[in-house]
Every structure is written in structure tokens, then in C-alpha cells.
């Protein structure tokens, strides 16, 4: 699996036809949102979490850092790091 854009990453509109899109690195698409000359509405919303994806990865990845270890199957710092390997590994394609 390829390096995602590198953040940060901003709500925009692409150079050519102006049509809504998540824009990364320089002048990068990482993605277009729906539109209606496709049938679909642009949601504002889904377009900023899609932005601010690189820094919840980073943030998740900082925290995950911090590791507690004990092993103890009632240990809900433990859980909680399960949980962020999980949601790290569904982000980067890799494995729990």
C-alpha cells in the first residue's frame, strides 16, 4: 500500500471545473466530493473530517505511543490501546 498525500489536508475547489474536493500537498486532489451532476449533495461536514484525517492519525499515533503495558484484562488503558491499534491499522491498512 502506497504513503497517503501528506497533510495537512483542506477543504477546496479543484483548478479545472471547480468542483469541490479535498486538496493535500501542494496542489494534490485526494479526492473529489459528490456533487449534483453526478446525483449526489456535498455534505460540508463529511469534506472537513476528510481533511482533518492526516492530524487524527498523527494525534492517534502520538497517543498510541504512550503505551501502558501491564497486561492486566481488566485494564482499560490497555483496552484503549487495543482499540487505537485497531483504528491505526483500519487507517494505514495494516494489521491489529
Do not use: Y
Amino acid at each position: 500500500m502506497n504513503a497517503h498525500t501528506p497533510g495537512p489536508w483542506f477543504c477546496g475547489r479543484a483548478l479545472r471545473g471547480g468542483q469541490e474536493c479535498i486538496v493535500g500537498d501542494g496542489d494534490s486532489v485526494v479526492c473529489f466530493m459528490p456533487d449534483r451532476t453526478i446525483g449526489c449533495t456535498f455534505i460540508p461536514a463529511n469534506a472537513r473530517l476528510i481533511a482533518a484525517a492526516p492530524e487524527l492519525l498523527e494525534a492517534l499515533q502520538d497517543i498510541a505511543a504512550d503505551k501502558c503495558g501491564c497486561g492486566h484484562p481488566h485494564c482499560n488503558r490497555c483496552a484503549r490501546d487495543r482499540d487505537l491499534a485497531a483504528l491505526i491499522a483500519k487507517a494505514t491498512g495494516g494489521d491489529v
